[in-house]
Structures are given as C-alpha cells and as structure tokens.
C-alpha cells in the first residue's frame, strides 16, 4: 500500500463517524423539508383552502423517494418527520382516516422503544392528543375514551420536570376536547362535570390556546343553555364576550352574540335584550353578514319577542320561525351554524315548553 493509499484509509477510518453523522444530518433536513411543505397551509390563524389543483400537488408527494419506506429516515426527528409528512399530505387531503391511521404508526413506533417514552415524552403526548382528536372527528366514541385514558394515565407517571408547560397544556386540551365529545353525545352530567375539572385548573386560560379558549367558553355556555342553568350559561359566555373583540373570529362572536340574546329571553331580562337585539343588528349590518341564518334570527327578536311580551302568543311567532330556519337550512353554507348551537331544538323546546336536553335525549333514544 502506498503513502496516498494509506493516508486515505486512516482519514475514512478516522471520520467515519463524522460522515455517518453528515449523512443523519443531512437525511434529517430533507426530512424536516419534505414536512414543511405539507404543514405550510396550516401555519397561519387558519388552514389555506386549497384549490384541486394545489391538491393534486400536494398528491404527488404521496410518491416523494424518502416517503417509499419508514427505513428511508435513519433518526428519530427524521422518522417522526416521515410519519407528520403523511399526516400533513392527508389533512389536506381532508382524509381523516388516513390521518388517523398514521398518527397511530407514530405513536407505536414511540411506544417500541422504552426509552424513548421518556426521552420524547413531549412526543407522545401531543400524537396521542393528536388521535383523540381525529377519533372525535371520526365520532370514535369507545376510542376516544380509551385514548383519553392512556394519555392522561402516562402523564400521571412522568417525573414531575418531564410535566413540562408544554405537556400540562396538551394534557388540558384532551379534556377539552372530552368535554366536546361528552356534549355532543348529549351525556350532559359528564360535560358539566368536565367544565368544572377544567375550571379548576391552576392558570387554565393561559395554558390552552386562544382559539380552543374560546370555544371552550362557547360549548360550556350553550351546556348550560341546554340543561336550563341560565345563569352559569351567562357566566361563560361573558367570558367570551369580554376578550377583545378583534382577538375573537368575527363568526364566533357574532355566534356569542346571538346565544347571548337566547340566554337573556330566557332569564326574562327584557330591557337588557332590547339593547342586545339592537347592538347584534347594527354588528351584523357593520361587518356586512352574509348569513341570513343570523339576521333571521335576531330581526325575529325585535319583530315578534320585544314588540310582543305576551309570552302566551310567542309560541306561533316561534313555529313560523321554525320554517323559515329549515328553508334557510337547505344551503349548506348556512346549516353549517347549527354545529356551533342548534337553534331548531332550542325553537323546539319553545314550541314544545319542554326542556333542550329532553328534546336531544328524545333524539339520542330514537336512532
């Protein structure tokens, strides 16, 4: 063997460590890249709606060498940028399932490896709340459960400095979103109950998130509304109203806003909802509402509720404003507003003089 032979076999012995470690680096970046990409329409206030063109890009990932095998990513940020690749691509995609299923992969290739539950607890933590949120989505009821269970159960076992700000706040979001979960499926005891755990939280409202904050103050309001505690269903929504206006999405105050009004009539605060109908019209008329779910609902107030206190002849006015509600309901761009608060089973519960939570047992029995 000669000098240059030799010298260049002591340089690839002595290195190549350092070149297995380049080559990691380097396949991780690539990684990181590939799931920028599918994460950039989601890094903003809101998801970017995607035209079937963008989409069909977003498609031809799903064939992108690095994505062809797990083996292809040779680290662990690398493999869970391999597995949010996935995630991303199919959230676009508005595959829930797929979402689903990959998000699972994830957190079973964390739970193969004992230490990495404790090295990347944080990891774990945020897919799993991540999959109690696609089996709500998925209306997964039993899996929910479970998944609720398992995460919080880990979360008890960590040593208190792995119990990270980070951690307590994913923590509180899983109860969130089993609050949702237990209000959707009318299981009203529950739901009270959650609200209260949650409530009782120390620093609650700084550990989650603005947007789940708030629809949080939302869903215990209309809780409240349903099972005719009115005066709870006040104190929430206050909670709401009172954040800074223009730190609120302009379609859930406007949703408040309405809900307020409901809330007032039936607390039988007549003068306070004469100010509220007219504050909520001029609202309506300033950023220019182009739901006619809204106005229908808040011109019935001053037309029928307010010029009519006789509470004996509100029931017709109320059945009148059921159809015209269910012909409004045909667009679907409007009916989307009953999966905020539905307003049938509250007119309903009026026409009926029978309780929210009655009606929507009624229903639950009747499937």
Known sequence: MNLEEDLSKHLIDSFSEDFKFVDIYKNSLEFR??????SVPFLGKHPVNRSSHSKNEIKKLLN???????????????????????????????DFEKNCNYTKRWIEFIEKDSAHLQTHSLD???????????????KR?????????????????????????????????SNVIQLYYFAESNQFLNAEKKIQFIAKENDYQKLIDKDTLLSFYFMSSALYLIIGQYKNAVKWLNELINTNEKKIRQDLFQDA???SIIIHYELGNIDYLIYLVKSTLNSLKKNDSKFKLDSTIVNFFQKEIIKNIDETKHALAFTQLKKEIEEIIKNPSEAKALNSFDYLVWIDSKIRKCSMAQIFNERKASR
């Open 141 to 173: 009821g039993d899996e929910l459960l479970r998944c609720y269970n398992k995460v919080n159960a880990f979360f008890t076992t960590l040593p208190q400095k792995l119990k990270t700000k980070k951690c307590n706040t994913l923590i509180l979001k």
């Open 33 to 38: 890249q590939l799931q920028f990409i599918t």
């Open 257 to 259: 806003k309405i809900l």
């Open 64 to 94: 992108h060498p690095l994505l062809s095998s797990e083996k292809k990513a040779l680290s662990f940020n690398a493999k869970k940028s391999y597995y949010y690749s996935y995630i991303g691509i199919y959230r676009i995609l508005g």
């Open 124 to 138: 774990y933590i945020e897919g799993m709340v991540r999959l109690l949120t696609y089996h709500y989505m998925l």
